[in-house]
């Protein structure tokens, strides 16, 4: 069983920066590929940025290319998300997921390959 816990989120203006964080306890770090997703009110929940267990690899959604960045430390057993020149569209809850993966380069993008999730963090972009 691996537990997620988010931090990070909360109001910032239109063309502001947040930094998410995501902790991970109750198993070995390793050997888990980290993505995160957000949902709008409304909306359904989207892919947003995975990172692969080795964090060499990684990709994004085409809405937050250039803007964010996903970095993970395994020896924090911590994944982060860099949100820079924010948008009112970004604003959504922020999950954070995991899953073990066969492979250090594995990257996980769809919403049903992840098995863990974290309990959200609210983002509001205002304008």
């Excluded at 994004?60 to 009112?88: C, E, H, W």
């Amino acid at each position: 069983q691996v537990q997620l816990v988010e931090s990070g989120g909360g109001l910032v203006q239109v063309g502001g920066s947040l930094r998410l964080s995501c902790a991970a306890s109750g198993r070995t770090f390793s050997s888990y590929a980290m993505g995160w997703f957000r949902q709008a009110s409304g909306k359904e929940r989207e892919f947003v940025a995975a990172i692969s267990w080795s964090g060499g690899n990684t990709r994004y959604a085409d809405s937050v290319k250039g803007r964010f960045t996903i970095s993970k430390d395994n020896a924090k057993n911590t994944v982060y998300l860099q949100m820079n020149s924010l948008k009112p569209e970004d604003t959504a809850v922020y999950y954070c997921a995991a899953d073990r993966v066969p492979s250090n380069t594995m990257v996980l993008t769809t919403r049903g390959m992840y098995d863990y999730w974290g309990q959200g963090t609210q983002v509001t972009v205002s304008s």
